[in-house]
């Protein structure tokens, strides 16, 4: 019932964007906003719009004191004040800064609130699974190129919140017998963070599910491989690792 709400909602939105003239903000590998790609230099003032898209309505003094925290109080509010003109002059109807509440407009849509909604209905409801899980699967950095602050607070957020949600995902495409699916889930978590123990161990799994031993065996010594270079940790030998993992699997089985 919940998914269905959730389809209608974006149904509702869908056509509410077409009826307006829907503008997409890029946050996800880079930023776009509309048909603009601007350049990602450290002073751009899209930053303003990558911030709301982020955060959605915000005091004016707190936008400015994000985005130039080295200046006054007052030289901020300037060069947001001369930011939001600048925007506005380039793709009118993108923010709208006429409270004391910076927003973007009903028009704009962000890509990375479709990330946020997936991996939030994957975490928080145990049955979930997404018809369409591109957004999950696919490595999309937040801001690459951007290096303020609250930017990469925000990236960890989001690729944690990601992770989690991959994790979840597997275990419950492994529980349901669609091994190829939750495979594929896991080693997306795992190409993230190649040491991330919990995704190499979904991994493991669900070639064991498949009957693919030797395949289970490769993934598991160079995860422990990379354990040892990286991390100087022994993990435990194969064989070992292998009585635990596929009663594990087992389980996941039912």
């Known amino acids: ?5 959730m389809q209608s909602i974006a149904r509702e939105r869908t056509t509410a964007g077409a009826r307006t003239g829907t503008v997409t903000v890029r946050l996800l590998d880079g930023f776009a906003a509309g048909p603009l790609v601007p350049s990602p ?7 303003i719009a990558a911030y709301l898209a982020l955060y959605g309505p915000t005091a004016r003094h707190r936008v400015a004191g994000e985005l130039w925290p080295e200046a006054t109080q007052e030289r901020a509010l300037g060069s947001l004040r001369s930011g939001v003109w600048r925007i506005q002059r380039e793709l009118p109807g993108l923010i709208d ?3 004391a509440l910076l927003s973007l407009t009903d028009r704009a849509v962000a890509d990375v ?3 946020v909604r997936e991996t939030r209905a994957i975490l928080e409801c145990d049955t979930h699974l997404p018809v369409d899980a591109s957004v999950l699967l696919r490595h999309g950095e937040l801001l690459p190129d951007w290096h303020d602050a609250w930017i990469v607070v925000e990236r960890e957020r989001l690729s944690q919140l990601r992770l989690d949600a991959l994790d979840a995902l597997a275990g419950r495409l492994l529980a349901r017998g669609r091994f190829g699916l ?3 889930s896991a080693l997306a978590a ?6 991330r123990e919990s995704s190499c ?7 064991l599910l498949q009957g693919n031993t030797a395949q ?4 598991y010594e160079f995860h422990a491989a990379r354990l040892r270079k990286e991390l100087g940790v022994e993990p435990a030998p194969f064989r070992a690792a292998l009585v635990s993992l596929s009663e594990s699997a087992r389980a996941l089985a039912g």
Do not use: F, I, K, N
């Open 201 to 207: 161990q979904r991994v493991v799994q669900a070639c």
């Open 190 to 195: 795992l190409r993230t963070d190649p040491l």
């Open 113 to 115: 609130d479709e990330l």
């Open 182 to 184: 939750g495979l594929e």
């Open 1 to 5: 019932m919940a998914h269905s709400l």
């Open 97 to 99: 800064a006429r409270r």
């Open 41 to 47: 230099t450290p002073g751009s003032v899209w930053r």
């Open 216 to 219: 289970a065996r490769r993934h």
